[in-house]
């Protein structure tokens, strides 16, 4: 293949990637806004978390179209095909990423409206862990780190943990105040959506380890998320 032609197609691979990454920054910082708008009960925030995912939502279209264009116009083989359709199904996960973003944003507005309650406090530190697996997996992809997105993977099961905590302190909060329910209702459902971001940014570093590897994980991902059989005793031992 002449020297120019191979010039191009990298370029249009960079391209590929560069919106991939840009893709994956807007989705961290509207988590981080979403978290934001409930620790300063900021609705108006919340509100521009909302209207923003429209951004991703573009640039998924874009990243469609071009990786589209590419297996339709070089016809790639090996290692590029891999990079190709990783790319198409990584930026489906960040879309679903942002889509959870603009729920915690939603729950936020509605948050905003009850009274503060103590559980209210995990929620940013779960966020931060969140936040620093979407970070990690952008930095993985960016350098082809099959290794770094491989330690990514396998820190999902922390987030699990902190979430099936949370859990069950906001099912004993809500069993000892009923004035809490409200509040702490929106606060499992912000939660669970911050929980699912975890699980998608490790799906976009199984999706590297495959770009990088040309193989899939042969383990299955660590879960630490038993909350399917909490079971909470009421206030006086009662279930």
Known sequence: MPQHIVQKYDEELKKLSTLIVQMGGLAESQLASAVEAIVKRDSELAGKVVNSDVKIDALRSQVDDFAIELLARRQPMAADLRVIVAALRISSEIERIGDY??????????????????????????????????????????????????????????????YTSLFRELLTYMMEDPRSITPCTHLLFIAKNIERIGDHATNIAE????AVKGEVMKEDRPKGDDTAYAVVNAPGGQR
């Open 101 to 162: 973003a603009k729920n915690v944003a939603k729950r936020a507005v509605a948050l905003n409206q009850a009274p503060l309650v103590r559980p209210v406090h995990a929620i940013p530190r779960m966020a931060a862990l969140v936040q620093a697996l979407i970070k990690d997996t952008l930095d993985a992809y960016i350098t082809d780190d099959a290794v770094k997105a491989d330690a990514v993977w396998a820190r999902d099961e922390e987030v699990d943990e902190l």
């Open 207 to 210: 999706l590297i380890h495959y």
